[in-house]
């Protein structure tokens, strides 16, 4: 197994371009999240799924776009990217209760994102 | 909602010696879940113990262990026998047990160096 992987790892925008952050999860996860962890602030929750086909908002989603179409995929947009997008991202993935270690959330290796 | 305090930016030890990371939160739930995850340079986050909120007994795993104290709300970790590859960042984190979406709320870190 793969475990949680992430396309790409680094990255480099200017203000005003678009992109796609990729994760994929290959242990039937059910449940699946996108972090951002900047500088002294820990890490913060942008969007999260419980499922293929639904999206929900965490602490911190403005400009930020998700969809799940495949239950192993979770897709994060950046529409217009922000320097202050400039951040590592970390997508994540765990099971629903009643599985084995359902508490347990899997990351991903990291993407570090650049906007100028 | 819930919040982790990890009131320590930076700790350092001597190898071969015992070290305490601290953490608290707030929540006003009753049944939760706490992590420490280790996030050493290659960014991987690692999944180094977790505590369910309804044990009393300790969490242990081989060198770690917490001391958890439920009604002062604080969650520490002890690291015993530190090595060199135990340099890393640590974050506590929460996470509210049976609800709907598994979320982790983070503590913005401490950095641990283990000197030689």
């Known amino acids: 197994n793969a475990g949680v992987t992430q396309t790409p790892k680094f990255r480099v925008l200017k203000t005003g371009q678009s992109m796609t952050l990729l994760c994929a999860q290959d242990?039937?996860?059910?449940?699946m999240y996108w972090y951002r962890q900047d500088p002294g602030m820990g890490l913060r929750l942008i969007h999260y799924?419980?499922?293929?086909?639904?999206?929900a908002k965490g602490e911190v989603p403005d400009g930020y776009n998700v969809s799940r179409l495949k239950k192993q995929n979770f897709l994060l947009g950046l529409e217009s990217a922000a320097p202050s997008q400039t951040s590592v991202y970390f997508c994540?993935?765990?099971?629903?209760?009643?599985?084995?270690?359902?508490?347990?959330?899997?990351f991903g290796p990291g993407t570090r994102l650049t906007v100028l | 909602a819930q919040t982790v305090t990890q009131s320590q930016p930076e700790m350092s030890v001597q190898e071969a010696e015992t070290v305490t990371l601290s953490c608290t939160y707030d929540?006003?739930?009753?049944?939760?879940?706490l992590f420490w995850y280790k996030q050493p340079p290659s960014r991987q986050m690692i999944l180094v113990i977790r505590?369910?909120?309804?044990?009393?007994q300790n969490a242990t795993e081989n060198r770690f262990s917490v001391n958890f104290q439920k009604a002062a709300k604080s969650f520490s970790l002890k690291i015993s026998d530190s090595q060199l590859g135990d340099t890393a960042m640590y974050f506590c984190?929460?996470?509210?047990?049976?609800?709907?979406?598994?979320?982790?709320?983070f503590g913005k870190g401490t950095l641990l160096t283990v000197n030689p």
């Open positions: 242990m039937n996860h059910e449940y």
């Open positions: 799924s419980v499922g293929e086909g639904t999206t």
């Open positions: 505590q369910e909120a309804y044990k009393q």
């Open positions: 929540t006003s739930e009753n049944n939760y879940y």
């Open positions: 984190a929460f996470m509210i047990r049976g609800g709907s979406n598994y979320k982790l709320t």
């Open positions: 994540a993935s765990s099971s629903p209760e009643g599985a084995p270690r359902t508490d347990t959330q899997y």
